[in-house]
């Protein structure tokens, strides 16, 4: 298949290839460029250009036909992606269609997948809470999967750099167990929830605060935002339509556009990774086999080092399919356990109130983040019958009253009136999932995709932990409202909703510190093919309670650090 | 340059044209007239617009079409036949011949039916006419002081008398 024209061959050698173009992808570029390798970024989906390809953002409810709504035919035919909350008539452009990209669902996995320039950056939830030293201590200390080989003091340096680049606003709040990051100012509580948090403190002797999440807004621009020619936040909260201020951090609005700045970046969409080549002879990876997403022809690319960043499962479908005879069951895969010990965040379930009080007041304007409650079990020692915790958003508003039962002046007067109805609070749970070898993804053997990739197989489930932890959440959550006075306490819980739908998968090649029982070390290195980093969700060795893409970034960066200087001693 | 992202939005962003919406067509002029007459009366024209001049009949047709299934297209095309029989029945006339107080007390006679196929269809046509009705760019723009772009969020705001 290679084509052995030099002149060719040199076109298609960079310094850097750069697998994905979403959150961790667009780091990957943003600091490799940063640092003057001339890097290619692989996007398997289509060009999304930050601002012109956001068909959707300034229009007005009334102007989409179904007013958001997904049309019948549509969700029928997107079963899985029609699951998620973001998939509607302003942004099903960014979803995949089922048909075109088949998995295969050993067990019940709600992949949701954003083929584009900028991935998911587009469409994620924003939330960015640091991981502190408790979160990476948690598989040493409870016995599970394998120790982290970083803790809190390697990468708190990096949160802070990711974090000044992309703008995160929130409140110093002070907890060991969140720790406080470069802020921009917090988005505001409401009367009901700082009434609650206030509540929570006296009742619990403050060991379950309850604080404004921080979010990847700009709240109050700085100048390096500016200068990636965003703007502050107009709080329309139409994020998943893609923001044409450059609002909230994606890699449409910040990374790529400063990686092509550097005129070190080629930008490659519609390039479906099928693997990556590996050279016995060098013992290192050598360059990447690309499909035309249209034309379906192979080409191979070069590079002296490769960062895979592809999102958790499709790292570990390009890895596993990454075949040669030094790793006959895909790159890196000594111990066999890549594709394994996949982990994610348990979204099943969530609580909803009311509260009597504050008659006299309302909320005004929109506020894209709500208020958070980290982590409080099991915090400090082991006090449950099952392992680790949950953390948990909570959100509260006022909807107006609409009496409707009636028909002509009446029912009209009745809709366009002012009259609110009580405060309403609702809090869902982010629970922390232990990561088990039973827990993962595979190739499937016979069935391959629209450009000869093997199809993935996944087979990710709750165990009984997960139930345990659901059961404590509706307990714990209902004690505190109750004790804070709110009334019509409803739980609810949705057993069907199948793991993949928090969209939090992590794992499959994990960090470790031993070659025998994990697949990258603590620079994201894979052990056995050093010039291969992985930095996206497929790197987790746990998942903990925080949204995760924060801790994706700051590590992106840090081994982008370390992998150029590596380059520059001549290692890789 | 320092806030471009702020004040300059891209050509397209003026560009859109609500005629691009599309023709909605499961019924036949008769029937869509009858249904124009319904959705005014659930929400009539006062000192403002009603549903008919807004044209939520045509958001009612276009909502079962797209993103209903069959069970409710034919509830509707039945509901409408069931509404003219209901109003000879009670009054001699059609439907789109009763005046304000007689076509109310026949939409109130469906809402209070025991026949589940009745009551759904007067529920089906209510809630989305009320849907478009409050989602239409007269009544966003000119009574709930729709701003795509409010700009902030206060927490804690006094109600208004």
Same mark, same amino acid.
């Given at each position: 298949? #290679?084509?052995?024209?030099?002149?060719?061959?040199?076109? *298609?050698?960079?310094?850097?290839?750069?697998?994905?173009?979403?959150?961790?992808? &667009?780091?990957?570029?943003?600091?490799?460029?940063?640092?003057?390798?001339?890097?290619?970024?692989?996007?398997?989906? *289509?060009?999304?250009? @930050?601002?012109?390809?956001?068909?959707?953002?300034?229009?007005? #409810?009334?102007?989409?036909?179904? /007013?958001?709504?997904?049309?019948?035919?549509?969700?029928?035919?997107?079963?899985?992606?029609?699951?998620?909350?973001?998939?509607?008539?302003?942004?099903?452009?960014?979803?995949?269609?089922?048909?075109? @990209?088949?998995?295969?669902?050993?067990?019940?996995?709600?992949?949701?997948?954003?083929?584009?320039?900028?991935?998911?950056?587009?469409?994620?939830?924003?939330?960015?809470?640091? !991981?502190?030293?408790?979160?990476?201590?948690?598989?040493?200390?409870?016995?599970?999967?394998?120790?982290?080989?970083? %803790?809190?003091?390697?990468?708190? #340096?990096?949160?802070?750099?990711?974090?000044?680049?992309? %703008?995160?606003?929130?409140?110093?709040?002070?907890?060991?167990?969140?720790?406080?990051?470069?802020?921009?100012?917090?988005?505001?509580?409401?009367?009901?929830?700082?009434?609650?948090?206030?509540?929570?403190?006296?009742?619990?002797?403050?060991?379950?605060?309850?604080?404004?999440?921080?979010?990847?807004?700009?709240?109050?621009?700085?100048?390096?935002?500016?200068?990636?020619?965003?703007?502050?936040?107009?709080?329309?909260?139409?994020?998943?339509? &893609?923001? #044409?201020?450059?609002?909230?951090?994606?890699?449409?609005?910040?990374?790529?556009?400063?990686?092509?700045?550097?005129?070190?970046?080629?930008?490659?969409?519609?390039?479906?990774?099928?693997?990556?080549?590996?050279?016995?002879?060098?013992?290192?990876?050598?360059?990447?086999?690309?499909?035309?997403?249209?034309?379906?022809?192979?080409?191979?690319?070069?590079? *002296?080092?490769?960062?895979?960043?592809?999102?958790?499962?499709?790292?570990?479908?390009?890895?596993?399919?990454?075949?040669?005879?030094?790793?006959?069951?895909?790159?890196?895969?000594?111990?066999?356990?890549?594709?394994?010990?996949?982990?994610? @965040?348990?979204?099943?379930?969530?609580?909803?109130?009311?509260?009597?009080?504050?008659?006299?007041?309302?909320?005004?304007?929109?506020?894209?983040?709500?208020?958070?409650?980290?982590?409080?079990?099991?915090?400090?020692?082991?006090?449950?019958?099952?392992?680790?915790?949950?953390?948990?958003?909570?959100?509260?508003?006022?909807?107006?009253?609409?009496?409707?039962?009636?028909?002509?002046?009446?029912?009209?007067?009745?809709?366009?009136?002012?009259?609110?109805?009580?405060?309403?609070?609702?809090? @869902?749970?982010?629970?922390?999932?232990?990561?088990?070898?039973?827990?993962?993804?595979?190739?499937?053997?016979? /069935?391959?995709?629209? !450009?000869?990739?093997?199809?993935?197989?996944?087979?990710?489930?709750?165990?009984?932990?997960?139930?345990?932890?659901?059961?404590?959440?509706?307990?714990?959550?209902?004690?505190?409202?109750? $004790?804070?006075?709110?009334?019509?306490?409803?739980?609810?819980?949705?057993?069907?909703?199948?793991?993949?739908?928090?969209?939090?998968?992590?794992?499959?090649?994990?960090?470790?510190?031993?070659?025998?029982?994990?697949? /990258?070390?603590?620079?994201?290195? $894979?052990?056995?093919?050093?010039?291969?980093?992985?930095?996206?969700?497929?790197?987790?060795?746990?998942?903990?309670?925080?949204?995760?893409?924060?801790?994706?970034?700051?590590?992106?960066?840090?081994?982008?650090?370390?992998?150029?200087?590596? $380059?520059?001693?001549?290692?890789? | 340059?320092?806030?471009?992202?702020?004040?300059?939005?891209?050509?397209?962003?003026?560009?859109?044209?609500?005629?691009?919406?599309?023709?909605?067509?499961?019924?036949?002029?008769?029937?869509?007239?009858?249904?124009?007459?319904?959705?005014?009366?659930?929400?009539?024209?006062?000192?403002?617009?009603?549903?008919?001049?807004?044209?939520?009949?045509?958001?009612?047709?276009?909502?079962? =079409?797209?993103?209903?299934?069959?069970?409710? =297209?034919?509830?509707?095309?039945?509901?409408?036949?069931?509404?003219?029989?209901?109003?000879?029945?009670?009054?001699?006339?059609?439907?789109?011949?009763?005046?304000?107080? =007689?076509?109310?007390?026949?939409?109130?006679?469906?809402? =209070?039916?025991?026949?589940?196929?009745?009551?759904?269809?007067?529920?089906?046509?209510?809630?989305?006419?009320?849907?478009?009705?409050?989602?239409?760019?007269?009544?966003?723009?000119?009574?709930?002081?729709?701003?795509?772009?409010?700009?902030?969020?206060?927490?804690?705001?006094?109600?208004?008398?």
């Amino acid at each position: 298949m #290679p084509f052995f024209n030099i002149d060719s061959v040199k076109s *298609r050698t960079f310094d850097a290839i750069v697998i994905g173009s979403g959150i961790s992808g &667009g780091w990957s570029a943003k600091e490799l460029t940063g640092y003057g390798l001339r890097t290619l970024v692989l996007e398997r989906g *289509r060009d999304v250009k @930050h601002g012109v390809d956001y068909p959707t953002a300034m229009k007005n #409810p009334w102007e989409f036909p179904h /007013l958001g709504q997904i049309s019948k035919a549509e969700k029928e035919a997107n079963p899985i992606a029609s699951q998620c909350y973001a998939y509607k008539e302003d942004s099903a452009h960014f979803f995949v269609k089922d048909a075109e @990209h088949p998995y295969v669902q050993e067990k019940p996995f709600t992949w949701i997948r954003g083929y584009q320039v900028g991935g998911k950056s587009l469409l994620w939830a924003r939330g960015t809470q640091r !991981w502190s030293q408790l979160d990476f201590e948690g598989p040493a200390r409870d016995g599970f999967a394998v120790e982290w080989p970083i %803790g809190y003091k390697d990468i708190a #340096p990096w949160y802070s750099y990711v974090e000044k680049f992309a %703008g995160i606003s929130g409140n110093k709040d002070g907890l060991p167990q969140l720790p406080d990051g470069e802020f921009l100012p917090p988005h505001e509580q409401s009367c009901v929830e700082k009434y609650f948090s206030q509540q929570m403190a006296k009742h619990y002797n403050n060991s379950r605060p309850v604080i404004i999440g921080r979010c990847a807004h700009l709240t109050k621009p700085n100048p390096i935002h500016h200068q990636q020619g965003r703007g502050q936040c107009q709080n329309r909260v139409l994020c998943q339509r &893609g923001c #044409p201020y450059g609002g909230y951090f994606s890699s449409n609005s910040s990374t790529l556009p400063w990686a092509q700045k550097t005129g070190k970046l080629t930008l490659k969409p519609d390039s479906v990774v099928h693997s990556i080549i590996y050279d016995e002879k060098k013992g290192k990876a050598t360059g990447v086999r690309v499909v035309d997403a249209h034309t379906k022809e192979m080409t191979e690319y070069y590079a *002296r080092i490769i960062f895979v960043n592809a999102a958790t499962l499709n790292t570990n479908l390009i890895l596993l399919n990454s075949k040669s005879s030094r790793f006959p069951n895909g790159l890196g895969n000594d111990n066999g356990l890549l594709g394994k010990y996949i982990s994610f @965040h348990n979204f099943r379930t969530t609580i909803s109130a009311e509260y009597e009080g504050f008659q006299e007041t309302i909320t005004e304007g929109n506020r894209p983040n709500g208020s958070y409650i980290p982590r409080f079990r099991n915090l400090y020692k082991q006090e449950t019958d099952f392992l680790r915790g949950y953390a948990a958003g909570f959100g509260s508003s006022r909807m107006l009253d609409r009496d409707t039962t009636g028909f002509g002046e009446d029912l009209k007067k009745s809709l366009t009136g002012k009259k609110y109805g009580n405060w309403r609070v609702s809090s @869902h749970m982010m629970g922390e999932t232990i990561p088990k070898e039973t827990n993962h993804v595979a190739l499937d053997s016979g /069935l391959t995709d629209a !450009w000869g990739v093997p199809l993935l197989k996944t087979s990710v489930a709750y165990d009984d932990n997960d139930e345990k932890m659901i059961v404590d959440f509706h307990e714990q959550l209902t004690e505190m409202l109750t $004790l804070a006075g709110f009334t019509n306490i409803q739980t609810h819980d949705d057993p069907n909703k199948a793991p993949g739908i928090d969209i939090h998968e992590m794992g499959g090649v994990r960090m470790g510190k031993d070659p025998k029982t994990s697949l /990258l070390n603590k620079w994201n290195q $894979l052990h056995h093919c050093k010039n291969v980093f992985v930095t996206d969700g497929a790197c987790m060795t746990s998942n903990s309670t925080q949204n995760p893409s924060l801790t994706f970034m700051a590590i992106t960066a840090r081994a982008a650090d370390h992998a150029v200087k590596e $380059l520059r001693k001549g290692n890789l | 340059m320092a806030v471009a992202g702020l004040v300059a939005l891209p050509a397209w962003a003026s560009g859109w044209n609500p005629a691009t919406l599309g023709p909605v067509a499961v019924l036949p002029p008769a029937e869509e007239a009858l249904l124009a007459e319904l959705v005014e009366t659930i929400i009539p024209e006062t000192d403002t617009p009603g549903a008919k001049t807004l044209k939520v009949h045509q958001f009612v047709l276009r909502m079962v =079409q797209d993103c209903y299934g069959e069970v409710a =297209q034919n509830n509707l095309n039945q509901g409408l036949i069931t509404l003219d029989q209901v109003a000879k029945g009670a009054f001699e006339k059609l439907f789109i011949d009763l005046d304000v107080t =007689q076509r109310t007390a026949v939409l109130t006679h469906l809402q =209070q039916s025991d026949d589940p196929a009745t009551k759904a269809f007067i529920s089906l046509v209510k809630n989305l006419t009320i849907q478009g009705y409050l989602n239409s760019e007269y009544v966003l723009l000119n009574m709930m002081e729709y701003k795509m772009a409010p700009g902030f969020y206060h927490g804690c705001v006094p109600l208004k008398a």
